[in-house]
Every structure is written in C-alpha cells, then in structure tokens.
C-alpha cells in the first residue's frame, strides 16, 4: 500500500469517526449539544483537524443525513421485500419508514428537518438522497393508480408517512392509533 492510500484510508476513517460521534451525540443528547469542540474533544482530534473534513456542524448533519438515507432506503427495501403482495409491501414499508424515524430521531431530524446543506429533488440531489425516494417509489409506484403519476404519489405518500413520524415524535398524536393510521393511510391511498 502507498502512503497516498494509508493517507486516504486514515482520513477516511476520521470522518467516519466524525459522523459517527456527531450522530452517537445527537441521539443521546439532541443536535444542539453537537458542537466542533465536543467533537473534537470525544475524537481526541484537534478543531483544526475537524474542519479539515467538515466546514462546521452544517455539513456533519448533512454527511448523517446521507448516512440516514442510505440506512432507510435499506430498511424500507428489505421490509417490502419480505413482505407478500402489493397490500403488504406497501404496509411493511410504511411500518419500516415510521419504525426508523422513531428509532434514530436524531438521523431523522438531519435527514428532513435540520439544514445540512443538502439539495433534494434537483439534479445535484446526492445520491442516497436519490436512493432513498427510489426505495419509496420501487413498492408505492405499483400501487398509485391508474392516471397517477408514480413519483407524485411517492411524493405524497412520503409527505403523509413524514406527518405521521413527526406528529408521533412530538406526542401530538396518541400512540395507541399508531397501527390504525399506518391501515388508514395505506387503505386510503394505496389503490390495490
């Protein structure tokens, strides 16, 4: 191995360490206890060296976002996957989408509600931002209607899944429903 390549790898490496700290951080403690000195402190690395990967924190919430989108987009996948029919694709990612959101709220926060600086439905969208809507679209296309176009029902669809999470997250919406609204909105919108 060349010395450019350990280089690479070891840089490589930090910044993973980097996203993986901001993100470890934010999920115990919210994004508001994410700071470059905190970071640089938990990693052992000076400042210096952070922004050498990172600009600030609005780019390390975007490097989670990205890592987020890619998580979902895996989970969502492997939900309809193992699910049977159309009905039950649709319902296991709608499931494997609220399932994800509750489970790293900090990720979720990154990914649609924190400014990381990233550009969504353009042509420079980046690509697990891209990957995550296609995994959406691969199960929720089969299921939009005749005359409906398949990515405005995705988008649709995925604005009603992003209402559920965020009502649930911040309790505006009584938890024991949760099962009954994922039905509704499947029933409602899914033409199977």
């Given at each position: 191995?060349?010395?450019?390549?350990?280089?690479?790898?070891?840089?490589?490496?930090?910044?993973?360490?980097?996203?993986?700290?901001?993100?470890?951080?934010?999920?115990?403690?919210?994004?508001?206890?994410?700071?470059?000195?905190?970071?640089?402190?938990?990693?052992?690395?000076?400042?210096?060296?952070?922004?050498?990967?990172?600009?600030?924190?609005?780019?390390?919430?975007?490097?989670?976002a990205?890592?987020?989108?890619?998580?979902?987009?895996?989970?969502?996948?492997?939900?309809?996957?193992?699910?049977d029919?159309?009905?039950?694709?649709?319902?296991?990612?709608?499931?494997?989408?609220?399932?994800?959101?509750?489970?790293?709220?900090?990720?979720?926060?990154?990914?649609?509600?924190?400014?990381?600086?990233?550009?969504?439905?353009?042509?420079?969208?980046?690509?697990?931002?891209?990957?995550?809507?296609?995994?959406l679209?691969?199960s929720?296309?089969?299921?939009?209607?005749?005359?409906?176009?398949?990515?405005?029902?995705?988008?649709?669809?995925?604005?009603?899944?992003?209402?559920?999470?965020?009502l649930?997250?911040?309790?505006?919406?009584?938890?024991?429903?949760?099962?009954?609204?994922?039905?509704?909105?499947?029933?409602?919108?899914?033409?199977?």
């Amino acid at each position: 191995m060349s010395v450019q390549e350990r280089k690479e790898r070891e840089r490589a490496g930090r910044e993973r360490l980097i996203v993986a700290t901001a993100r470890e951080i934010a999920e115990q403690q919210g994004w508001d206890a994410v700071t470059t000195r905190r970071l640089a402190e938990r990693i052992e690395y000076s400042q210096p060296v952070l922004y050498s990967h990172f600009r600030g924190k609005r780019e390390i919430i975007g490097a989670v976002a990205l890592e987020g989108a890619a998580e979902m987009a895996a989970a969502v996948r492997a939900a309809a996957a193992a699910a049977d029919g159309p009905r039950a694709r649709v319902t296991a990612l709608a499931r494997a989408y609220l399932d994800f959101a509750e489970s790293n709220p900090a990720v979720y926060d990154a990914m649609f509600l924190l400014d990381g600086g990233l550009v969504f439905a353009k042509e420079d969208t980046p690509e697990p931002l891209k990957d995550a809507f296609a995994a959406l679209l691969e199960s929720l296309g089969e299921v939009a209607g005749d005359g409906v176009h398949p990515g405005v029902f995705t988008e649709v669809f995925w604005s009603a899944l992003h209402g559920l999470a965020t009502l649930a997250r911040s309790g505006r919406l009584p938890p024991e429903y949760a099962e009954r609204r994922t039905e509704l909105l499947v029933d409602r919108l899914a033409v199977i």
